[in-house]
C-alpha cells in the first residue's frame, strides 16, 4: 500500500486525486501524523487500523493488506520568509522529519520518494542545475530542505527525491491564483523581474510521481528488484523558463482570453531588492530534466502549455 503524506496540501492533494482515480490501495495523512516525531511515524507504518483518515475507497478485509511499500512525501514547513525567524521548526518538519521517514522506510522495506526544492541551490549558475551539480542553499527554508536530502542519503537507499520549483496547483494559495485575484483587484501591479525559473503545475508532478511507482513496480515484476529505475535524485519541472514578471503577464493574458481576468491591470518589473522579501531566493533556479527523461521516458510539458490548461479548467478556484 502507498502511504501519501501532505495529501491535503497543493502537491498532496494532487497525488491523492491521481491514486484513486488509478484506483490505487492507499492511505493519507497530514500534520496529525507529526513527522518530526519518531514514535509517530513508527506508530502509523506498523498500525493495524483498517480505517485510516483518507483511505481510498478499498478497505482492508486483512490487516496484513496494510503493509506500507511507498512512501510518497509531500508535506514540508514551506513558508518560505517565516522559515528565517523559525528555523526549529521548518528543521523539524523538513530536515528531521525527513529523516524519520528515511529511516521507517528502511526499517519496513518500503520505498520512499520524497520531493525537494530548487532552494538547495544558490541561483548564481547561468545554465540549468542538474542533479551532480554543487548545493549551496542561502536561506532556512533551502538549508532545511537540502539537509533532509542529505539525512534521506545517508539512511537508505531506496528512495527518488524529486527536486522541483515554482509550484501550483487547484488546492491551495499559489501565484497563479494570486495574481488573478490581484489582476481583478487592481489597477497596477509590480512583479520580481530578475528571478528566473520554470513554473511547474502540480498534476505534472503527481504524474511523474505515479510513473515513478508504475515503472519500478512492472519492473521489479518482471524483472526483479535490481531493474526499477535508479534510485536517487532527479529534478523535475515543466519545460521551459522564464521570469516571475513574464510569468505574470502571461497569466494575464491567458487569464483574459479564458474570462479568468475581467478588468485591465498594468503589470510592471521590479528588482528583487525593491519587492524586499525576507527570505533570500535564488536569482535563477532552471533545473535540467535529462536525467529524469532518460530515466523514465517521460514526456514533460511546457509551462505555458500547462498553465492555459490550468487556467481552462473547471477546478480552477482562487484561494
Ligand atoms: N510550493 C512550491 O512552490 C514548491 C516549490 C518547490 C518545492 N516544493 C516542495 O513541494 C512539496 C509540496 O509543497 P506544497 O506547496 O504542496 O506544500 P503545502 O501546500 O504547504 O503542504 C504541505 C503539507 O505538509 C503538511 N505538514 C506540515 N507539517 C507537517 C508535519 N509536521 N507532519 C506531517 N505533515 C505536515 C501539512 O499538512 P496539514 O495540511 O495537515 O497541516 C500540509 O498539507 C514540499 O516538499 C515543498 O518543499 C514546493
Given at each position: 500500500?502507498i502511504?501519501?503524506i501532505?495529501a491535503?496540501g497543493?502537491?498532496?492533494?494532487?497525488?491523492a486525486?491521481?491514486?484513486?482515480?488509478?484506483?490505487?490501495?492507499?492511505?493519507?495523512?497530514?500534520?496529525e501524523?507529526?513527522?518530526?516525531?519518531?514514535?509517530?511515524?513508527e506508530?502509523?507504518?506498523?498500525?493495524?487500523?483498517?480505517?485510516?483518515y483518507?483511505?481510498?475507497h478499498?478497505?482492508?478485509?486483512?490487516?496484513?493488506?496494510?503493509k506500507?511499500n511507498?512512501?510518497?512525501?509531500?508535506?514540508?514547513?514551506?513558508?518560505?520568509?517565516?522559515?528565517?525567524?523559525?528555523?526549529?521548526?521548518?528543521?523539524?518538519v523538513?530536515?528531521?522529519?525527513a529523516?524519520?521517514?528515511?529511516?521507517?522506510?528502511?526499517?519496513?522495506?518500503?520505498?520512499l520518494?520524497h520531493?525537494?526544492?530548487d532552494?538547495v541551490f544558490?541561483g548564481?549558475?547561468?545554465?540549468?542545475?542538474?542533479e551532480a551539480?554543487?548545493?549551496?542553499?542561502?536561506?532556512?527554508?533551502?538549508?532545511?530542505?537540502?539537509?533532509?536530502?542529505?539525512?534521506i542519503?545517508?539512511?537508505?537507499s531506496?528512495?527518488?527525491?524529486?527536486?522541483?520549483?515554482?509550484l501550483?496547483?487547484?488546492?491551495?494559495?499559489?501565484?497563479?491564483?494570486?495574481?488573478?485575484?490581484?489582476f481583478n483587484?487592481?489597477?497596477?501591479?509590480?512583479?520580481?523581474?530578475?528571478?528566473?525559473?520554470?513554473p511547474?503545475?502540480?498534476?505534472?508532478?503527481?504524474?511523474?510521481?505515479?510513473m515513478?511507482?508504475?515503472k519500478?513496480?512492472?519492473?521489479t515484476?518482471?524483472?526483479?528488484k535490481?531493474?526499477?529505475?535508479?534510485?536517487?535524485?532527479?529534478?523535475?519541472?515543466n519545460?521551459g523558463q522564464?521570469?516571475?514578471?513574464?510569468f505574470?503577464k502571461?497569466?494575464?493574458?491567458?487569464?483574459?482570453?479564458?474570462?479568468?481576468v475581467?478588468?485591465?491591470?498594468?503589470i510592471t518589473?521590479?528588482?528583487t531588492?525593491?519587492?524586499?522579501?525576507?527570505?533570500?531566493r535564488?536569482?535563477y533556479?532552471?533545473?535540467?530534466?535529462?536525467?529524469i527523461?532518460k530515466?523514465?521516458?517521460?514526456?514533460?510539458?511546457?509551462?505555458?502549455?500547462?498553465?492555459?490548461e490550468?487556467?481552462?479548467?473547471?477546478?480552477?478556484e482562487?484561494?
Amino acid at each position: 500500500m502507498i502511504w501519501l503524506i501532505g495529501a491535503k496540501g497543493m502537491l498532496g492533494t494532487h497525488v491523492a486525486r491521481l491514486l484513486t482515480e488509478k484506483d490505487l490501495f492507499w492511505t493519507g495523512s497530514g500534520s496529525e501524523v507529526d513527522i518530526s516525531n519518531p514514535a509517530a511515524v513508527e506508530n502509523f507504518i506498523t498500525s493495524t487500523e483498517t480505517n485510516y483518515y483518507l483511505s481510498s475507497h478499498k478497505k482492508f478485509s486483512n490487516p496484513k493488506e496494510r503493509k506500507i511499500n511507498w512512501i510518497i512525501n509531500c508535506a514540508a514547513y514551506t513558508a518560505v520568509d517565516n522559515a528565517e525567524n523559525d528555523e526549529e521548526k521548518a528543521r523539524a518538519v523538513n530536515t528531521t522529519g525527513a529523516l524519520n521517514l528515511a529511516r521507517a522506510a528502511r526499517n519496513h522495506g518500503a520505498k520512499l520518494i520524497h520531493i525537494s526544492t530548487d532552494y538547495v541551490f544558490d541561483g548564481t549558475s547561468k545554465v540549468p542545475y542538474t542533479e551532480a551539480d554543487k548545493k549551496n542553499p542561502t536561506g532556512v527554508y533551502g538549508r532545511t530542505k537540502s539537509d533532509g536530502e542529505d539525512a534521506i542519503c545517508s539512511s537508505m537507499s531506496q528512495y527518488y527525491i524529486l527536486r522541483t520549483a515554482w509550484l501550483y496547483g487547484f488546492y491551495g494559495k499559489n501565484f497563479v491564483y494570486t495574481m488573478t485575484k490581484l489582476f481583478n483587484s487592481k489597477d497596477e501591479i509590480r512583479v520580481v523581474e530578475d528571478q528566473f525559473g520554470t513554473p511547474t503545475y502540480c498534476g505534472d508532478l503527481a504524474s511523474a510521481i505515479l510513473m515513478i511507482i508504475e515503472k519500478s513496480e512492472k519492473a521489479t515484476s518482471v524483472f526483479g528488484k535490481n531493474s526499477a529505475p535508479a534510485y536517487g535524485i532527479y529534478h523535475f519541472t515543466n519545460e521551459g523558463q522564464t521570469s516571475w514578471l513574464d510569468f505574470a503577464k502571461k497569466i494575464y493574458a491567458i487569464g483574459k482570453k479564458c474570462g479568468r481576468v475581467t478588468k485591465d491591470c498594468t503589470i510592471t518589473g521590479c528588482t528583487t531588492a525593491e519587492y524586499g522579501a525576507k527570505a533570500p531566493r535564488p536569482a535563477y533556479s532552471v533545473l535540467s530534466k535529462e536525467k529524469i527523461q532518460k530515466e523514465l521516458r517521460i514526456k514533460i510539458p511546457d509551462w505555458e502549455q500547462s498553465l492555459k490548461e490550468f487556467m481552462s479548467d473547471k477546478r480552477f478556484e482562487i484561494q
